[in-house]
């Protein structure tokens, strides 16, 4: 593997991106935000969202593949649907790799799938997973399900929300604080979201300087659509939005010069 390049790989079919499919009557993935659901984006049900059985099999028959790879660490976002991925596509791996979790590679937040709202649930199901780059903090080890918050890069923007979540009164933050996030998130115009695409292009710059930390060692990273899509622009408009990225299919990849 070159040790300029890094191998990024999207995300399996999620339970997310059937329901958002299902909800237009579209045998294709929806990729414009402007033609999703707005139900379908503000569903508690799909908060941190799994596979569906399509996309574990999509894994299975990509994990093959991924076993010609050298990798020795996988570095691997904190939503379930992700750490999933990871773990169907290299548990079988002769490498062992080691799966560490990292907040950097997270979806921008847009949508309810993109709430870590399960993340107590996924860390008792695959603990072999390395959770401590992500719960770096007394708060989060008190309350994982709450790192959504913790790590929005817009410093306005969580302090507005804490303060929100102050408002509600919740008295189990780690179980109802997600879906007080998602309420949060659709007080706003639905054409406008919480993290901008200007802070998501921020976000992944300095995503890009925890990267080159990894050059000389071989690493996979497993990630999502508007991270592959941004982190692989040249181009971006005076909104920060990608003019030239890669969209990236579920369960595919691509190489990335970091």
């Known amino acids: 593997m070159n040790k300029s390049k890094f191998i990024l790989i999207r995300h399996a079919e999620s339970e997310y991106n059937l329901a958002a499919r299902l909800a237009v009557n579209s045998s294709k993935e929806v990729t414009n935000f402007k033609e999703e659901s707005l139900k379908i984006k503000q569903d508690e049900s799909l908060i941190d969202c799994g596979l569906t ?12 593949k991924m076993s010609s790879f050298n990798v020795d660490i996988v570095l691997v976002s904190p939503l379930r649907r992700a750490i999933q991925t990871a773990h169907y ?3 079988d791996h002769p490498n062992k790799p080691k799966f560490i979790v990292v907040p950097f590679l997270r979806e921008m937040l847009s949508s309810s799938c ?6 107590t649930t996924t860390m ?7 959770y401590s780059r992500i ?5 989060l ?3 994982p399900n709450m790192w959504t918050m913790e790590y929005l890069w817009n410093q306005e923007q969580k302090q507005q929300m804490k303060q929100y979540l102050l408002q509600q009164q919740c008295d189990d933050l780690n179980s109802r604080g997600p879906k007080h996030i998602l309420d949060y998130l659709f007080q706003y115009p639905p054409d406008s979201v919480v993290e901008t695409f200007m802070d ?6 300095q995503a890009k300087q925890e990267l080159s930390f990894y050059r000389n060692q071989n690493v996979i990273c497993v990630t999502h659509s508007r991270f592959l899509q941004t982190i692989s622009a040249q181009q ?6 990608p003019k030239d990225g890669t969209w990236i299919k579920n369960c595919d990849y691509i190489e990335v010069d970091i």
């Not at 719960?135 to 708060?139: A, P, R």
């Not at 998501?200 to 710059?205: L, V």
């Open 200 to 205: 998501t292009m921020n976000r992944i710059k």
């Open 114 to 119: 993109d709430i870590g709202g399960n993340l």
């Open 89 to 91: 596509l290299f548990r």
């Open 53 to 64: 059985q399509y996309g574990i099999q999509q894994c299975l028959e990509s994990a093959q």
């Open 135 to 139: 719960l770096n903090t007394e708060f």
């Open 236 to 241: 971006f408009d005076a909104e920060g939005k």
């Open 141 to 143: 080890q008190q309350y």
């Open 124 to 130: 008792n199901e695959f603990p072999q997973f390395d």
